[in-house]
Nanobody
Framework: VQLQASGGGLVQAGGSLRLSCAASGRTSSTYVMAWFRQAPGQERTFVAG????????????RYLDSVKGRFTISRDNAKNTMYLQMNSLKPEDTALYYC?????????????????WGQGTQVTVSS
């Protein structure tokens, strides 16, 4: 499985960005995709994740408390692509954002539960 993240950039506080992560290769019908972020000198932390069960048509999403109400995670299963719509951005959202994939639901906040990682995309929010 390969993951390709895109959509980062420089934005003023209060602005919006939309990140995308496209998955290619062999994926199962049930898997979890998530966004993590890492600021300089800090650990990589969970931001949001979404799971999808193709057969049960069930989806679950989960968010870091500090982004609830501002960020929305979604996925297009036909395109194997995940999105993160980020609104009302704050300077503290500045980080390198990584997408990740796990073949084992449910959505986990632990990095070690995700086997596949994409390259990071930089998000910089100016004050």
């Amino acid at each position: 499985v390969q993951l390709q993240a895109s959509g980062g950039g420089l934005v003023q506080a209060g602005g919006s960005l939309r990140l995308s992560c496209a998955a290619s290769g062999r994926t199962s019908s049930t898997y979890v995709m998530a966004w993590f972020r890492q600021a300089p000198g800090q650990e990589r932390t969970f931001v949001a994740g979404i799971s999808w069960d193709l057969y049960r048509q069930y989806s679950e999403s989960r968010y870091l408390d500090s982004v609830k109400g501002r960020f929305t995670i979604s996925r297009d299963n036909a395109k194997n692509t995940m999105y993160l719509q980020m609104n009302s951005l704050k300077p503290e959202d500045t980080a390198l954002y990584y997408c990740a994939l796990s073949t084992t639901p449910p959505v986990s906040t632990r990095r070690d539960r995700y086997r596949y990682w994409g390259q990071g995309t930089q998000v910089t929010v100016s004050s």
